[in-house]
């Protein structure tokens, strides 16, 4: 049976809803996201393992939101569930009504994720996975070791059976041994929906997308890619931005620097995705520190500046964790406009919701 645990949002018109967000920024400390919605966290007092998620968002004054023919349409025609989802659709940030996470693998993957929310996995490396609403994205999925007995997203390894319902899609930036693993055309015997994206020229019979192309832009089984491309030691590789379930998600593989002097290829890369005009919501980067010490260099500087994302997660430092949380810290003391997270081992799970982050 449906029942209510807990109010999704308070929506209202309002003749100036901008200075009304600044009011209450300045006087009671609510400060709105990009987007002009606050979300605010809770927990349920018989099960305060679970969060949800109450929203509060100002409507200019001649919204069509409210207009109560649409949710009468929705009750004419006899469906409560569909008169529920339209007043659902009133958030201005859809995601921000999504459900509890569950507190398994198996339920989390099973969930009703709401668009524009997400749940992910940290791999070991510059390995990540993402569930959307729809999908299941792996990125540079590398085993650096042997994995345990009992594998599984919970302890940072793809067991194929864990997933096998997931309408799956597997990104792979370039050759490079520690962004590609073969093992992963083992996972399309148990997946019975499952997609590869190539950034390079694989060898192998098994079907997949390739995309090699300069700067390509390409729907793969209603998801829009769009790649930039560089080189390393002789090696044709690309960075991926994904736009899926209300999401856009950018993976950069191996597109960085090590200089405070970026080279112009990389400075024209992120200048080429800053004109696409998409706000990214996860930012998965590799971060190679700067030559003579430090984490941050200007590439990740340039980087955070032209495509302010939402969140970002540093990457690529096999089990050195801890320099993520020094990456983290001196982007902190810079002053830069982001909030990155981080993690602290292989399995680490966060929850992404409205442009906020928490580690589960």
Known sequence: MERVTGIGGVFFKSPDPESLRESYAEHLGVTPGSDGSVAFEWRGKNEPERVGYTVWAPFKHDTSHFDPNRGREHMRRGSLKRAINWAAALAVVSASAAPAPAQTVSEMLDADVAPGAATLWYLGHAGWAVKTRSRLLIFDYWESHEPPRNASLANGFIDAAEIAGQRTIVFVTHQHGDHYDPKIFHWADSIGNITYVFGWNVTTDRPVVRMLGLR?????????????????????????????????????????????????????????????????????????????????????????????????????????????????????????????????????????????????
């Open 216 to 360: 390509q832009t390409r729907q793969i089984d209603g998801v829009v890619v769009a790649t930039i491309n560089h080189e390393f030691d002789n090696v044709a590789e690309v960075a991926f931005m994904v736009e899926v379930d209300g999401l856009v998600i950018y993976h950069s593989g191996d597109h960085g620097t090590v200089t405070d002097d970026p080279n112009p290829v990389f400075i024209d890369n992120i200048d080429y995705l800053s004109s696409l005009g998409k706000r990214i919501d996860i930012a998965f980067v590799s971060t190679f520190g700067r030559i003579g010490g430090g984490m941050v260099n200007a590439g990740d500087r340039y980087t955070i500046e032209k495509l302010s994302p939402k969140s970002l997660f540093p990457m690529h430092h096999g089990d050195n964790e801890d320099l993520y949380e020094r990456f983290a810290h001196e982007i902190e003391n810079d002053g830069l406009k982001t909030a990155v997270h981080y993690a602290d081992g292989r399995g680490d799970c966060f929850t992404y919701v409205a442009g906020r982050v928490r580690k589960n």
